[in-house]
């Protein structure tokens, strides 16, 4: 399965965006997927995580701000971003956890001015 993200753009701090997720294939039996941010100059990390039971994980950063979500019948995991900040700033890419290397996106870029 292969990802595509989408849904990226300029926002000012406090503003919100959703971010889609397409895959390739099924990804109801996918075990663990993950939103990861690549900040400017930086790794690409995870930030948070849903597993096949809709089980979720934060980072403290964006704990009551970001929502992770899937829909297996369209194949699509969301992530809905509140209260951006500054530092929520990068690219945003979208893989199982662990990620598969050859399962990456292009990413989508999330731009938050202060």
């Known amino acids: 399965v292969q990802f595509a993200e989408s849904g990226g753009g300029l926002v000012q701090a406090g503003e919100s965006l959703r971010l889609s997720c397409h895959a390739t294939g099924s990804i109801a039996s996918i075990d663990k997927m993950a939103w990861y941010l690549r900040p400017p100059g930086g790794q690409r990390d995870a930030v948070t995580i849903?597993?096949?039971?809709?089980?979720?994980y934060y980072i403290d950063s964006v704990k009551g701000r970001f929502t992770i979500g899937k829909d297996n019948a369209k194949n699509t995991m969301y992530l809905e971003m509140n209260s951006l900040k500054p530092e929520d700033t990068g690219v945003y890419f979208c893989?199982?956890?662990?990620?598969?290397?050859?399962?990456w996106g292009q990413g989508t870029q999330v731009t938050v001015s202060s």
């Open positions: 849903i597993d096949r039971t809709n089980k979720t």
């Open positions: 893989n199982y956890m662990p990620p598969a290397p050859g399962s």
